[in-house]
């Protein structure tokens, strides 16, 4: 009897921290979704500086998918310290199957393949809280801007959109927008930084990871910094959602696209409701954006390559 006693006391107080753990843990408010939807090109990818390292077929291509997805891994790996609950990635490179699946953190869903009605942006809706661009490159024609271009290097000089022009991720922020859904963070080199800035405000979060000499040339940040740059910056990022706003144009949604050369913007001059503003240039205006841009990348893809 004496025994048993002195083992019920001695248990005691761990019987009531173990009832206390259970409260506690029962009070709490279980943990609001926190979705995240990364979409990845790769000419902004820490280490790339040339095309052959971002087209199959080329020896340098291996180099460049196993940077990407090590710079995915590293957006991803902040996004699950800052709490994200579901992560969804889309590749959004060329082929749109650069990213190995196997090797991507298995936290988060790989979306692979082309082409998606939303190209760079399939997967995206308006239960996501948060949107990353990652590997970004600045638009056509920008100076010392490794990979510059929009959409296809081929095909397209320039877009503008309400009479802004736009680079990638801009006509993306756009599709984000459409969805209520903010971009709140973007990694590539210091272009690419800069046009976010200009374009979405001082309150996305850039993360550089090289800067361009010219097209095919940069000074790089060491690959583990860079990693741990936009690590720490998904981190940052995602830990002040609350002030961040979705990037919205003002509907009608005036598209102009101005192609290389003219025999480009002869097709796209066939479909109804596309003026000719000039020899190259066609424009059209949607009430609707998601659908302004669908038409906008059918004009794209119907040009002849120069
Ligand atoms: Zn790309």
Redesign the pocket.
Known sequence: MKHSRTIFTSLCPFVILALAAILSFAQQKPKPPLKVFISV???GISGIVHGDQ?TPGTADYADGCAWMVADVNAAVEGALAAGATEIVVND???SMRNIDAALLTPQAVLISGTPKPLSMMQGIDASFAACLLI?Y?AKAGTENAV?D?TISGSVVRAIKVNGIEMP?LGLNAAIAGYYGVPVVLISGDTAVCRQAGEILGKDVVTVAVKEAYGRLAARLVPLPEAHNKIRMGVKEALGKLAGAKPYKLIAPYTFELAYHVSAQADMGAMIPGVKRLDARTLAFTADDYIQGFRTLRAMISIAPAR
Request: proline share 0%.
């Open positions: 090109d790769m000419e971002t959004s490179h060329g590997g490159h990979l271009h990638e």
